[in-house]
């Protein structure tokens, strides 16, 4: 439908509206409803399906996530926060969904509206629409620049996102011990530099989508300036009709916002690409193998470990050296340390 408002402009001007004949000028006030009708209704539909695939890939990710997780070995969550795994299921799905949601609908809609509207624009003036073509390349430039900053501020507020969490979960929890050694302050200054953390990320972020549209709109307005002067000179020989005119200058306005959209749409797209990233390093992880071969029907109680070393990661000693112990049923053993 959004071709078809340029459309009706070239023949309405061309003789039905100006020398007040012609069966368009009747049917015109039902065309404009036809098609307000039809766009309403796609818009609805495609409003709902949107929807509906949002909650549905957040649905999707997060049981894959959790699936994965409760199969993780005991040293994955030794290395991870809990704080930052929380925040994968709260707030990078959620990233990951408008990427596979909002940023399809824009990519769609509006690359039917793009190719609709060039494909007018050819046919009413083919030199024309070359010369807006030529801006083309220069636009991807702008945009792959952008969009490059935009993917690293995304991950960077993530992993800021996930140590914010970590300091709220751990206050939370430990409540008791911050009490009594008084350290609400400290924990208060934590928060406090974790929130900044991310207040920074985020406004790198939206400083770089900020510039990014003007820079394309600036480019997009040179190229929309020099078609306009090209255009008066071949009115002025006769080359376009009045009605052609004014149909080629208003596809070529009704370009501008589907243009904007695509590259708005970048912002949306990195964070949801960024995201994509730590979601499925969690999904790809491999699960700990249960290599157990004797199955035991009523056990007995008795627990023994026969030589057991542990050492971790990094570490420079181990922290169990050849460890042998036996619990007898009904036993009571106490482990003590400095600690």
Avoid at 40 to 59: D, E, F, T
Avoid at 84 to 92: H, N, Q
Avoid at 139 to 149: A, C, E, I, M, T
Avoid at 298 to 303: F, K
């Amino acid at each position: 439908t959004e071709p078809a408002f340029p459309a009706l402009l070239k023949p309405l001007l061309d003789g039905n509206f100006i020398y007040r004949q012609g069966p368009l000028l009747a049917w015109l006030p039902l065309l404009i409803i036809a098609i307000f009708l039809v766009r309403g209704l796609a818009s609805l539909l495609s409003g709902y399906a949107a929807g509906w695939v949002a909650n549905k890939v957040v649905m999707d990710l997060r049981n894959e996530m959790f699936a994965r997780l409760i199969r993780l070995p005991t040293h994955y969550y030794d290395n991870h926060t809990t704080g930052g795994l929380v925040s994968k299921f709260t707030f990078d799905v959620l990233q990951v969904t408008g990427a596979a949601t909002s940023v399809v609908n824009v990519l769609v809609k509006d690359t039917l509206a793009i190719v609709g509207l060039l494909g007018w624009l050819f046919w009413l003036n083919w030199k024309l629409t070359l010369v807006s073509l030529a801006v083309g390349p220069l636009v991807v430039l702008v945009v792959r620049g952008f969009s490059n900053r935009l993917r690293a501020m995304s991950r960077g507020a993530q992993e800021a996102m996930g140590d914010l969490n970590q300091v709220l979960e751990e206050s939370i929890g430990c409540h008791r011990v911050v009490k009594v050694f008084g350290g609400q302050d400290y924990e208060a200054r934590r928060f406090d530099a974790g929130g900044n953390k991310v207040r920074r990320f985020n406004m790198k972020a939206a400083l770089a989508a900020a510039a990014n549209v003007p820079f394309v709109q600036l480019i997009a307005a040179v190229a929309l300036a020099i078609i306009v002067y090209l255009a008066t000179r071949q009115a002025s020989t006769g080359e376009i009709t009045v009605g052609g005119f004014v149909s080629f200058l208003t596809a070529m306005l009704l370009l501008l916002a589907p243009l904007k959209h695509l590259t708005g749409v970048s912002e949306t797209l990195q964070r949801g690409l960024a995201a994509a990233e730590a979601v499925f390093v969690l999904i790809d992880q491999a699960a700990e193998t249960d290599e157990g071969t004797k199955e035991i029907e009523r056990a007995r109680g008795e627990i023994e470990y026969l030589d057991v070393s542990l050492s971790y990661p990094g570490a420079l000693r181990p922290a169990l050296d050849q460890v042998s112990l036996r619990i007898a049923p009904g036993e009571r053993i106490a482990l003590v340390g400095s600690s």
